[in-house]
């Protein structure tokens, strides 16, 4: 007896959900499935044939694209404004943190709220390229590593976070000037 083969995972598993909504397409419009339609081996041979000269077109089309330097232009003005994007999000957070420690004086926030705001601050230096090694539950311990090296902090968790945030303000600046340096070259 054999083993059924595992579900498939990846890729894979979204070419199966594909041909299962093509499938599901195919019987909406024409009331039957590939399996049950009774055409002829030459229709068959003739749609399949169909299929590839529209496939052969659309690579032509996409390698015209690729060949005129639009996809490189597209792909770059993409790239820069995911780097846009991530600087507007960091620059939000190490604000909102820098707002947060003011408050701090004067309010009482849960630990709950405090470890949003610390794992913020951390998510956001990593988005710019920076590298958490270590950090302990409390936040009382981080090892991170940005263009400036590797950092150990370690201490009261307001002070190694407000460190932390240091390094994410340091982080914004090198992005920033990796983007302008891109930007430059792209309208070159």
Not at 29 to 35: E, F, L, P, R, S
Request: hydrophobic share 40%; net charge negative.
């Amino acid at each position: 007896m054999t083993t059924p083969a595992p579900p498939p995972t990846g890729i894979e598993a979204i070419v199966c959900n594909d041909i299962a909504a093509r499938q599901q397409l195919g019987i909406a419009k024409y009331g039957t499935t590939v399996a049950d339609n009774p055409l002829p081996l030459r229709a068959w041979l003739e749609h399949a044939y169909e299929e590839c000269l529209d496939q052969a077109v659309y690579l032509r089309r996409v390698m015209a694209e690729v060949d005129s330097g639009n996809y490189r232009k597209t792909t770059e003005d993409a790239t820069l404004q995911n780097l846009k994007a991530k600087i507007k999000d960091a620059r939000h957070t190490a604000n909102a943190f820098d707002e947060f420690k003011e408050r701090s004086n004067t309010t009482s926030y849960t630990e709950s709220f405090k470890h949003t705001i610390y794992r913020q601050v951390l998510e956001s230096l990593i988005s710019l390229g920076g590298v958490v090694f270590k950090c302990s539950p409390d936040y009382d311990e981080l090892r991170i590593q940005d263009e400036s090296g590797i950092l150990r902090l370690y201490g009261d968790p307001a002070q190694v976070m407000t460190c932390a945030n240091a390094a994410l303000r340091r982080a914004i600046l090198h992005a920033e000037l990796k983007l302008a340096r891109a930007e430059k070259e792209v309208a070159v």
